[in-house]
Every structure is written in C-alpha cells, then in structure tokens.
C-alpha cells in the first residue's frame, strides 16, 4: 500500500460485507473504523468477528462520523440511492455496491450530488479490475480475435428465499438489479470495440411467483454502433450458478467462465484457428484489485474506469430493460 490507509465505514453487516470490504481492507493495510446497523447486536457480533474498531449508533451517524472518509455500502438495492445521497452531501468518497440506486432519477441525482461534494464515488463492479476481463479486453485489443462481432453475458444462480429483499419490489429487487446489472455493465464496457455504447432492442423477462412486479428472469438484446450485438442475460431462479461472459470475433473466440467469481475459476478459454488453450489468471479476490484501485485513485489520483456518469448510463439502461419487458421501473426507498 501507498499513503495512508483509507480510513472506512460499513453501513449495515451484509452478508457480501466479508468478501468486498473485510478481506480486501485487511489485504491492503486500510482501517475499518466503524459500522453501523439496524440491529446494534448484528453489528457488535459484525465489529468483533472482522476488527472494526467500533459501533456506531446508525446509519446516519456512520455517514456523519468525522473519521470515517470512505463510506461502503452494501445495504439492500433500494437502500443505495439515499444513503449514497447522504454520504455524498456529508462529503465523503462512496464506494457502493451495484446498482446504485433504484432508477435513472434517482441516479442522476447521485451524479449531480458527486459533482457538488467534489468527492470520489465508485459502483462496485468489481469484476473490471480483475486480470480475467482485463485479458478478454487486451485479446480484442491484440486482434487476436480479429473484429468484435457479439458478446454474449450469462448471470444465473439458485433462488434465495422468498423472504429475501432480493425479492422486495419497494426495496428494488429483481434479478435484473442483482444480477442484470452485471450482464448489461459487462456488455457496455466493449464500447470501444464496438463504435460506441448499445442501445436496447428488445427484452423479456419472467415475474417471480408471489412477488409483482419483481423479475425472476430477464433477457436483453442489444446492438452496437457498428453492429456488433449482444445478449445479456439474468436467472434468478436457476438450477445451476453462471456467470460467463463470452466475446466472439471474426477471428476467435474468448470466454470467462466465471467473471464475476474469478476467485472460486479464473479461466479464460480461447478458441481460434490457432487451436484452443486455456488460461489461467489468478484466484486473487476481484474487490481486493478493486479496493485497491479505489485506494489508489484517493491517495495517488490515479484515475478510475467507474464513475458516477458510468453509473447512470448502467442504470437508463436498466430502466429501459425493464419498461421493454413490460416490468415497472423499481421505485425509490423513503427512508426516515
């Protein structure tokens, strides 16, 4: 590590909390200082089990806590947006899970608000700075792969309970916000092979039983400036776990057959007339290259791939998912 350790507050202790801050602060010498959440004994047993140095009261007192300077935010989907807000207007740098809000309006405000703190926010797609996609990206750039032609994004995993907030309309949940936002992100990225960002052509989706409006499955089509198109899928019913991600090109094809995982399979398969060969990138976790670069960007100025414009674009294009497959935009969460 270079400077100081970031000095960082968790809201609420979710269960990706472990794998996206905990390890990752530990792995690069940065402080966790504080955590807070709605049930005080949560984050005690949280605070002890993971060396934050101390419980705060509540959210609000996280977010306005003079020795907290990076504020991560794991909390459910429909939670992101205001509390991103309000560590935004306290002045702090935010880190938060994905999506970042609910909508496109509320997104947009997100942006605005980045713009008026003057301070760093990052959407943690964390998979973007792992050697994995970095290297599907260096074989398009190499032309190995001859020209972009299609790319084609798998997300699918078991159900969780039907009491999970995954499945909460008024928390904005929908296998599209869990997992959709990756497949679309994972597509968007390819726009510099591609002429420039897709837009939508069409999309279809399925409703989660017993839940209206949410969506347990969602399917999109995409197309690129220069025709390149795209496939993005989301499952969150499924037998089986996927997250692949698949570019095609005149030349070859690559794959990862975990992206978003590449701790548990960091494989790139590459296939061209030269024969096929697989490679493998490392098992070292996706957020510690993150929280890394997030690290680096605050103590060097070293710029980032993901900003609060990035996040807003992802999030029209969930919008737009969701209206083309007859579903409801996700509402914004009051909270009091």
């Known amino acids: 590590m270079t400077g100081e350790p970031l000095r960082i507050g968790v809201l609420g202790a979710a269960r990706i909390a472990e794998l996206a801050i905990v390890g990752p602060a530990r792995a690069g010498g940065h402080r966790l200082v504080a955590v807070a959440a709605r049930d005080r004994a949560r984050a005690e047993t949280f605070a002890a089990a993971h060396g934050v140095e101390r419980v705060v009261g509540s959210y609000a007192d996280l977010v306005a806590d003079p020795e907290v300077e990076v504020v991560y935010n794991p909390l459910a989907n429909g939670l992101h947006g205001p509390w991103n807000l309000a560590a935004l207007a306290a002045g702090k740098h935010v880190l938060t899970e994905k999506p970042s809000a609910s909508n496109a309006e509320e997104a947009a405000e997100i942006h605005e608000a980045v713009a008026k703190a003057g301070t760093v926010f990052m959407e943690g797609f964390h998979y973007l700075f792992h050697p994995v996609t970095q290297r599907l990206h260096e074989l398009l750039g190499s032309g190995e792969l001859g020209e972009l032609r299609s790319v084609r994004t798998v997300m699918s995993m078991p159900a969780p309970a039907d009491s999970d907030p995954r499945w909460s309309f008024p928390l904005a949940g929908g296998a599209l916000m869990d997992l959709g936002c990756y497949s679309l992100h994972a597509q968007r990225v390819l726009a510099p092979w591609a002429g420039g960002e897709p837009r939508l052509v069409e999309a279809h989706g399925g409703e989660r039983p017993g839940a209206p409006g949410v969506d347990q499955w969602l399917d999109a089509e995409l197309e690129f400036p220069n025709g390149v198109t795209g496939e993005a899928s989301c499952n969150m019913a499924c037998d089986e776990w996927e997250f692949s991600y698949r570019i095609t090109g005149t030349r070859g094809e690559a794959v990862a057959t975990n992206f978003v995982l590449p701790h548990l399979d960091d494989r790139v398969v590459v296939r061209t007339d030269a024969g096929e060969r697989i490679e493998e990138l490392g098992r070292r976790s996706s957020y510690t290259y993150q929280l890394d670069a997030f690290a680096a960007r605050l103590r060097q100025g070293t710029p980032l791939p993901l900003d609060s414009a ?20 996700r509402p914004r969460t009051v909270t009091r």
Not at 315 to 327: E, K, N, P, Q, V
């Open 310 to 329: 990035d996040a807003l674009t992802t999030m029209r294009l969930i919008d737009d998912c969701y209206r083309a497959a007859g579903f409801p935009v």
